[in-house]
């Protein structure tokens, strides 16, 4: 883990300095998500300029990079080809206002919802959406038009400026940590490739990043009902796939700094900036682990680390393109591999067989989605598959302890939650046909959660009405003496104290 540093001017160097690390790393990645929804370059960077300043500065996790993201650029790709850019800029407002309502209304602490291994599996299915995303750079366009992987001896030219970039990354804080290593790779390997004129592919053959101040444009779409139901179903899912990719990004960084982010700040900073974004011109962004991770592991830890990354893309935008575009590409792939080793949890092959097998199932599963459609898809498959996995086993736990008293009375001590889930194990538990005339049923140690465990209980209650025998009900909470119907009469008022509990009832609404 990282300890907090006492120094206020070394905090502000480290700051700086990862913020430029990062500013690097940032300009391919938001040129490629530019071409993924079929944009101008300028529309991506302008995006990780302008969320990036915003997030940082009034976001709810300082040291969070967000930018421009590949999980947002494939959504975007048909509202771009079927209506054009300023439908998406358009979208991107929209997105920003459903954000900063989740905000308002405090849905951040859902994330307190995803479980432990669904995260494991988004943080490695990540890592392997990296991975896969550096290999197109080994990849060359043919005669023909097709693209082919790179052989002979530009491959191994490549490979050998990736392998000096990331051992400069790996060995350089042994000796100093007065630079953060993934700038020092970046500038080494730059120099490396200029001074001896090595044929490598720099950021400069990807596009020209040249330009001048984002404007001010209010998105040339017309204000009808027919605009805002094209663009509301994107801006739904943009919103939704921006605020679980930042909120989980924060978890992961909460855990490695040893600190905790505001999950509703974070969804109103990310709400501003996207709305900003779109009248700026810029196609909309979200948290980015890949960037979030080279600024925690430069030792960027406060929200100037995040403004000086966005302020030196701004500056390499107006000023400094020409030199930007000279950075071999080589460099840049080297720091996402180091990205991908860092992100990726190894520690979760030791847990297999040490885990309840639904949880390995869920890992797999959630980093297998992730790669194969989206994040926002395999948070929620991931959650859904865990929940039920959860309710299944729980509803086994139902049981119940029998015994008859001097006096003939058959007692129902009951175990185990009622709910929707284990209401077919609590009827199986009760034979009115063979039982005593007089029966007690104690809900002392189980409790009803829901509206489906009231009708279990509703149901049980007629069998025993209708085979003419006498049924007692014990501690149940007010809540569900109230709501009971056919067993209403049979509840008894207990001399011990009852229930305090509240039940999820749509009843009571």
């Not at 307190?112 to 299915?125: A, I």
């Not at 490739?193 to 040339?220: C, K, N, Q, W, Y």
Request: proline share 4%; hydrophobic share 55%; charged share 15%.
């Amino acid at each position: 883990m990282f300890e907090p540093r006492a120094n206020p001017q070394a905090n502000v160097k480290n700051d700086v300095l990862s913020g430029l690390t990062v500013a690097l790393a940032l300009v391919p990645e938001a040129i490629a998500f530019a071409f993924v929804a079929n944009v101008d370059p300028l529309v991506g960077l302008y995006a990780a300029f302008i969320v990036g300043l915003i997030t940082s500065a009034i976001g709810g996790r300082p040291g969070m990079i967000s930018g421009a993201t590949g999980a947002l650029a494939v959504v975007m790709v048909s509202l771009v080809l079927d209506h054009g850019v300023e439908y998406l800029f358009a979208a991107v407002v929209l997105m920003g206002i459903i954000q900063i309502g989740a905000g308002v209304l405090k849905l951040g602490k859902f994330i307190r919802l995803v479980p432990y291994p669904v995260m494991l599996g988004f943080v490695n299915g990540l890592a392997i959406v990296i991975f896969l995303a550096q290999m197109k750079q080994f990849q060359v366009e043919g005669a023909n038009g097709s693209m082919t992987w790179m052989s002979g001896s530009a491959l191994w030219m490549l490979l050998g400026l990736i392998a000096l970039t990331m051992a400069i990354i790996y060995f350089l804080p042994k000796f100093t940590k007065a630079i953060p290593s993934s700038l020092a790779a970046i500038l080494v390997v730059s120099i490396l490739v200029i001074v001896f004129g090595l044929d490598v592919r720099t950021v400069g053959d990807m596009a020209s990043i040249a330009g001048g101040l984002p404007e001010f444009h209010i998105p040339s779409v017309p204000l009808t009902w027919e605009t805002l139901w094209i663009i509301l179903p994107y801006s739904v899912i943009l919103a939704a796939i921006g605020l679980i990719e930042s909120l989980l990004t924060m978890t992961l960084i909460d855990e490695i700094t040893e600190t905790r982010g505001q999950g509703n700040r974070e969804c109103m900073g990310q709400g501003t900036a996207n709305v900003v974004t779109g009248f700026f011109g810029g196609m909309g962004g979200c948290a980015m682990i890949g960037q979030s991770m080279i600024n925690v592991n430069s030792g960027g830890r406060g929200r100037l680390s995040g403004i000086a990354g966005a302020l030196f893309l701004l500056c390499f935008i107006l000023f400094a393109s020409s030199l930007i575009e000279e950075i071999p590409l080589a460099a840049l792939i080297g720091v996402m591999f180091i990205v991908v080793i860092g992100t990726f949890e190894w520690s979760s092959f030791r847990l297999f067989g040490k885990i309840p097998r639904t949880d390995a199932f869920v890992l797999i599963l959630v980093s297998g989605v992730t790669v194969a459609t989206d994040l926002a898809i395999a948070v929620v498959v991931g959650v859904i598959v865990s929940a039920l996995a959860f309710a299944w086993d729980t509803a086994k736990r139902m049981e119940a302890e029998t015994h008859i008293d001097e006096n003939g009375t058959k007692f129902y001590t009951l175990h185990g939650p009622l709910f929707f889930g284990s209401i077919h194990s609590f009827k199986q538990l009760f034979d009115a046909r063979n039982d005593p005339q007089d029966v007690v049923i104690d809900f002392a140690d189980t409790r009803v959660c829901d509206h489906s465990g009231l009708e279990a209980i509703d149901a049980v209650a007629e069998r025993y009405l209708n085979a003419g025998k006498t049924l007692h009900i014990k501690h149940l909470s007010p809540e569900c003496r109230e709501l009971l119907t056919k067993a209403g009469n049979l509840v008894e008022v207990n001399v011990i104290e009852d229930p305090k509990y509240h039940i999820a009832d749509d009843r009571l609404a």
